[in-house]
T-cell receptor, first 115, second 111 residues
């Protein structure tokens, strides 16, 4: 079974600054994917970024990037130039192709971007 | 617009009532799942399907039934609603390689 842990229940950052959200995971699979999802107050789940475990290069999507440390089973999300619209819950999740693509979620980090 | 459509958005049930949450996707995705989200927690898997005619249980399946007669539809049935099933429910679909697309959620209250 996979487990995902987010150790920071809440974080805050000043607008335009950089913040890093932490995530660790545990899996016995060799082929898996990792994701960060954003959930704003509208409660819609929005895919922010995904990482394929067999790729060593860290994924990047505009202001969002990850630091994927496979040996340490760590998958942190860095948000650069934080904007007020980044205020949301952020969930780290993992899946593997051998389990019907089921997602296992961490408990979430509530991020507040302050003006 | 392509995506995952969930209905209803809100529902109040009395204890013991039954109902079906509807989920449809138009992306021809193989994988579909139902999750529940309780306050202050991440999403937990209820049931999932890897294709039409195939379903399996997730982490918290008790009190729920699913079926997958077509690729597009994956309804979730509450057999006899209990207050412990008060939650927000999300349906999601995915092709191969992960990256689920989520519906907008159903807020269910059981009184």
């Amino acid at each position: 079974a996979q487990t995902v842990t987010q150790s920071q229940p809440e974080m805050s950052v000043q607008e335009a600054e950089t913040v890093t959200l932490s995530c660790t995971y545990d899996t016995s699979e060799s082929n898996y994917y990792l994701f960060w999802y954003k959930q704003p107050p509208s409660r819609q789940m929005i895919l922010v970024i995904r990482q394929e475990a067999y790729k060593q290069q860290n994924a990047t999507e505009n202001r969002f990037s990850v630091n994927f440390q496979k040996a340490a089973k760590s998958f942190s999300l860095k948000i650069s130039d934080s904007q007020l619209g980044d205020t949301a819950m952020y969930f780290c999740a993992s899946t593997n192709n051998n389990a019907g693509n089921m997602l296992t979620f961490g408990g979430g980090t509530r991020l507040m971007v302050k003006p | 617009n392509a995506g995952v459509t969930q209905t209803p958005k809100f529902q109040v049930l009395k204890t013991g009532q039954s109902m079906t949450l509807q989920c449809a996707q138009d992306m021809n995705h193989e994988y579909m799942s139902w999750y529940r989200q309780d306050p202050g927690m991440g999403l937990r898997l209820i049931h999932y399907s890897v294709g039409a005619g195939i379903t399996d249980q997730g982490e918290v399946p008790n009190g729920y039934n699913v079926s997958r007669s077509t690729t597009e539809d994956f309804p979730l049935r509450l057999l006899s609603a209990a207050p412990s099933q008060t939650s927000v429910y999300f349906c999601a679909s995915s092709g191969t390689g992960g990256g689920y697309t989520f519906g907008s959620g159903t807020r269910l209250t059981v009184v």
